[in-house]
């Protein structure tokens, strides 16, 4: 029997948690939770042809899983989900079986996003040229929906003992990272992701709104793939201010101060509209929103030149978009990683993926240190693995991880 934690319809639940879940997180973790322990059967995704069990070592909580709990989440995502389902799609696991090419005990990190290959069917035109996080079949095929592993009710996730993965899923872990380093591993990929999708050219200013996990992988993987004169990170705790400067920020600056450290950087006019949030004319060349509040979405729009470029890291709040349409700014999102990414290219001139770079970053100064600061739980101590998430950064952690081996 595997114990694993298991998220249900809770239409009740939900709507408290969408009600009080930001003004008091703690419901999160008590009566307002449509969150459980429970032992499911064995993944029954593990039956298909080139997928295998795995046993979890760490199952990372990220902050679309606390949107998750607290209803943030916009229900435009609840026609690719299948509950129940286990959460946690940043995982470190070992493998029970053989996968094909790989042997049982193998340690491997998950690439969750679940591809036409993972569900059995021909590969849609993203798939095919190597786009897997653009994957138009996330609902069909030998699967329930689920956009990725820990949203899916066939497949298990990180937040329970066992869970089956795809052999095109997985990515074996080396010998020298550590399994603090290797939960790590997924959200790098999307960082990854995230600097290449920003386009930033030689010589651009780019800023950074928030420097939780997101923001500080996104901060690294801009400083180290791309031509970014200038790093502005906003960050709020003092871990998050040591972990930016290590991570390549040019500077770092407490949210109060972005806009006067912006204008006096590129020579903005800073303006003040009644009852509404100041902004600039003129700004920072790239935004990149990694927190996915409407505070810093609408920092990130109002720090940015017109004809500039904002990226959307973290999953979007709704927000005042009234800047969008007055400066004529590019608003991208990112999402996940990809298998292959056109402006990656390896010695031999092939093509790399955001975890094959992924892997290579995880052994950088930056995560390493970030990694320092993961703190594990057991599962049956949910609620304060929980409650820590909601405040990791205030308590100078980066990562809440739960570990199911540990009692």
Known sequence: MTVALEMFRSVPRTLAGKAMGSRMPGLLSGFAAPLRVASPEAPRAADKPGWARLRTRLGGICGSDLGMLSGRTSLYFSAVVSLPFTPGHEVVADLVEDCEDLLAGTRVVIDPVLTCAARGVEACDACAVGATNRCSRITVG?????LQT??????????GQQLAAHRSQLHVVPDDLTDEQAVLVEPVACAVHTALRAGVRPGDRVLVSGAGAVGLLATLALRRLTPAAEILVVAKHPLQKE?????GATDVVAPSEVLRRVRRSTGAFQLRPEMSRPYLLGGVDVAVDAVGSAASLETALGATRAGGRVVVSGMPAPADLSALWFRELELVGT??????EASL?????EERGSFDVALDLAR???????AAAVARYPLHRWREAIDHAHSAGRLGTVKVAFDPRAR
Do not use: Q
């Open 364 to 370: 950088d100064e930056t995560v390493a240190a970030m």
């Open 243 to 247: 972990l930016a400067r290590l991570a």
């Open 335 to 340: 999402y996940a990683s990809a298998r292959t």
């Open 142 to 146: 030998h699967l329930s929906p689920g």
């Open 345 to 349: 290219t390896g010695e031999d001139g």
């Open 150 to 159: 820990g949203f899916c009710g066939d497949t298990g996730g990180g937040w």
